[in-house]
């Protein structure tokens, strides 16, 4: 937990799609070193939140504001180039290269080499070692050479998350980065994630639906329904909220 000013804060934010109110004021701040359980119901508004936040989509109303500067306009790339990186809730990678490659198109693209990525990588060795040790924090080292679709599930994500940390980011905004894997691959997940991003002192939000790894790594758990934000807490205040209980847990009222 972190007593520090927000790095991040957005006011009564809202992106709705015609009828649907998918983000519907909401109001959610986050400070350098704190990490953030974004939970709800399949359709909340959670990844629409965070598609607003990086530019995906302009909001229907409301603020954003990083560092405390208005960045509601900015575009999907200058938020990016200002230090607030994502990953996918299904990942997004370039499948045909190597886990290495992956990391170094990100590494590149944030010193601005971009352009010159048709020249032999190999050139730059620094990049190289950089995008080395990032995989070794994701325990992603032995599988270098791997091409990325050869890569189970579990180290897909992690990938797909390492490509996001090579952006260097202040705030990561980590779109279900367990789905689709066993229990106990979640718990390795968030084992390589956590003690990264803590170390780096990067504000972290993380969409998660197992309810174990959200009580288990956040230092804060908000709560989402309908596009508003119905709770907030620590996890311990969560898990005991009787209306986060009925209406995330399917627990009913007068059930113990
Ligand atoms: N691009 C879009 N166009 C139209 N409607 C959309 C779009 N993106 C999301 N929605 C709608 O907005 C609402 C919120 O969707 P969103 O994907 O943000 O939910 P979520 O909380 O991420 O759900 P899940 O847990 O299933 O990933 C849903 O009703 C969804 O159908
Ligand atoms: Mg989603």
Do not use: C
């Amino acid at each position: 937990m972190s007593s520090q000013e927000p790095i991040l804060y957005t006011v009564d934010l809202k992106k709705y799609f015609g009828e649907v109110r998918a983000v519907d004021g909401v109001s959610f701040k986050i400070s350098p070193g704190e990490v953030v359980a974004l939970i709800g119901p399949n359709g909340a508004g959670k990844t629409t939140f965070v598609n607003v936040i990086t530019g995906y989509f302009n909001p229907d109303a409301g603020k954003i504001y990083y560092q405390g500067k208005d960045i509601t306009k900015a575009s999907r790339i200058k938020k990016i180039r200002m230090g607030i990186a994502r990953s996918f809730q299904l990942v997004n990678l370039y499948d045909e290269l190597t886990a290495l490659d992956n990391v170094r198109i990100a590494v590149l693209s944030r010193l601005g080499k971009t352009s010159i990525f048709w020249k032999p990588v190999e050139r730059f060795d620094d990049v190289r070692s950089e995008a080395l040790e990032i995989l070794a924090s994701f325990g992603l080292e032995e599988k270098a050479e791997v091409p990325a679709k050869a890569l189970p599930q579990g180290e897909r994500k992690l990938l797909d998350v390492a490509v996001a940390f090579a952006l260097r980011p202040r705030v990561l905004l980590l779109d279900e980065p367990t789905s689709g894997v066993s229990s106990k691959d979640k718990h390795t997940i968030m084992e390589r994630i956590v003690p990264t991003v803590r170390n780096e002192k990067i504000a972290t939000m993380i969409i998660e639906h197992d309810m174990d790894i959200v009580f288990g790594y956040s230092d804060r758990v908000v709560v989402m329904y309908d596009g508003k934000i119905l709770a907030e807490g620590k996890p311990e205040e969560i898990r005991q909220s009787r209306e986060v209980q009925e209406k995330l847990l399917g627990v009913t009222a007068g059930a113990s």
